[in-house]
């Protein structure tokens, strides 16, 4: 979402019809707002059912809607974002029900007489807005918790994947009426136009300086916000490690995607006395899975391409502005611009002043930093602010229970990555400049609900023993109450 210099006369008038039909439904749904947010948990139910059929019958309309955006394989769309969807409503269908309930909670003896409860209630009219890496599972993920938790919802995903895009308007349509649940695509300026709406709550992920960007416009309505950012996520591999396994698996975990994942390894720490035995693991994972060749890789079909020239130009002179630096490529490095093809790349000897280290990635290029002592990789992950994910390798739980003592992150995955995002029961979410919020099962219901308090109390109750006017017998009751909260 960052600003474009110049538009075509056709993406502009794309904008201003897509601008005027996003406030149409904006009021539309302002309409169904009450209607929705008091459907039953049945009726919610039906409609999740009704989104996992259509996505099922347009399973391959998606399949070639990514692949012609940025040649992502069938088989890495299917496992990293159909599976993960259809696996959330599954999720959301079991356990829905009990999430609506209201919850009952303790009433003090001070309002004797009582019972409390919180009651889970919509936000209302939110927005959502879904980034092109992981486009069908960034947008139909939230989806799903704003549907099961009763909102009436508007949906814009990035203008980067047009063929996706148009897979899943034909997955909504089919499903929602537009009074419940509507997308809008366009560029730029139909985003921006967007965020001046007077919303309940805001879903976005993408990059933190976007996030401001969400943050500052939420703030002219006092709108609640959900930020899924970015971030340097680091990858620390301690002496006790399976030094083949983390290299196979931290290779998987930046490769996917060509490295385009919010929460793939940007760099890994390991052991300088392990530096050695890592690469080589790590080159015979790369070999493994995309080809021992540079031809091999190029003609890979696993590997996706990056997005748009303007990301290639960033990659592309990152990596040569650190080789420059002095960092040594162990495997990759090259890069066919006209397909946006850039190698799988991994570095060692790479500085932490490196082009590749200021800031997150966001490609297929891995720096291997290497570390004395445990204290300094620590040292190294808190100087990188906090990040999404934090992955440790080690079979010592001392060490790993020293790491999370002394860091901070999102999320973290011991002796793997990545994989966190499939497990509906954890919040999934960032911390610091990497988001604020969490979604995904139960999260993802609470962050598209209210938790309202409500407090009942009868016709008997010690209420009237405060009423004024406030003499000696108010005082002798204060102090009673006063003396027997003291001694609990």
């Not at 979402?1 to 075509?8: A, D, G, P, V």
């Not at 148009?166 to 139909?190: L, W, Y």
């Not at 990858?235 to 996917?256: C, M, N, P, T, Y």
């Not at 760099?267 to 060749?293: I, K, N, P, Q």
């Amino acid at each position: 979402m960052t600003q474009i210099l110049e538009s075509t006369h056709s993406e502009a008038a794309t904008d201003e019809r897509e601008i005027e039909r996003a406030r149409r439904l904006f009021q539309l749904q302002r309409g169904s707002r009450w209607r929705i947010a008091t459907s039953t948990a049945a009726e919610r139910i039906a409609r999740l059912r009704r989104l996992r059929t259509s996505i099922i019958r347009h399973r391959q309309a998606l399949y070639d809607g990514v692949h012609a955006d940025f040649r992502k394989h069938a088989s890495e769309f299917e496992i990293t974002e159909i599976q993960l969807v259809l696996g959330e409503i599954a999720h959301t269908i079991r356990h829905l029900r009990r999430w609506m309930r209201p919850r009952r909670v303790a009433t003090p003896a001070l309002l004797t007489g009582g019972a409390s409860r919180v009651q889970m209630e919509p936000r209302g009219q939110v927005l959502i807005l879904a980034p092109w890496n992981y486009p069908f599972q960034l947008l139909f993920g939230p989806l799903v918790a704003a549907v099961a938790a009763g909102n009436v919802c508007l949906l814009r995903p990035s203008e980067k994947v047009p063929h996706t895009s148009a897979a899943m308007a034909r997955i909504v349509a089919e499903v929602f009426p537009e009074d419940e649940v509507a997308m809008v695509t366009g560029g730029i300026p139909t985003a921006d136009a967007l965020l001046t709406l007077p919303w309940d709550h805001i879903f976005f992920t993408g990059s933190t300086a976007v996030g401001r960007k969400i943050m500052r416009a939420a703030a002219e309505h006092l709108s609640t916000v959900t930020l899924e950012l970015g971030g340097k996520s680091p990858a620390i591999v301690d002496r006790s490690a399976d030094l083949a396994q983390a290299a196979e698996r931290i290779v998987w975990g930046k490769f996917v995607n060509a490295g385009q994942t919010c929460v793939a390894p940007d760099y890994v720490l390991v052991h300088e006395r392990d530096a050695d035995a890592f690469l080589a693991g790590a080159r015979s994972a790369l070999d493994r899975f995309y080809g021992a060749t540079d031809d091999a890789r190029q003609a890979s079909e696993s590997l996706a391409r990056i997005i748009d020239d303007g990301a290639f130009r960033r990659l592309a002179e990152a990596l040569d502005a650190t080789v420059a630096g002095g960092a040594r490529v162990v495997a990759g490095g090259q890069r066919d611009a006209a397909t946006r093809y850039l190698a799988p790349t991994i570095l060692s000897e790479v500085d932490t002043n490196a082009p590749v280290m200021r800031e997150e990635i966001f490609g297929p290029v891995l720096p291997v930093l290497t570390y004395s002592a445990m204290d300094e990789a620590i040292a190294r992950v808190n100087a990188g602010g906090k990040p999404l994910a934090l992955y440790i390798f080690s079979e010592d739980g001392e060490t790993t229970r020293r790491v999370l003592r002394n860091t901070t992150a999102g999320g973290t995955i011991i002796n793997h990555v990545l994989c966190h995002l499939a497990n509906p029961d954890l919040p999934f979410g960032g911390v610091g400049e990497s988001g604020q919020g969490s979604y995904h099962g139960h999260a993802g219901f609470r962050a598209f609900s209210h938790e309202r308090a409500v407090l009942r109390m009868g016709r008997l109750g010690l209420g009237r023993l405060y009423y004024p006017p406030y003499g000696p017998r108010m005082r002798r009751i204060a102090g009673l109450v006063s003396r027997w909260m003291e001694r609990r």
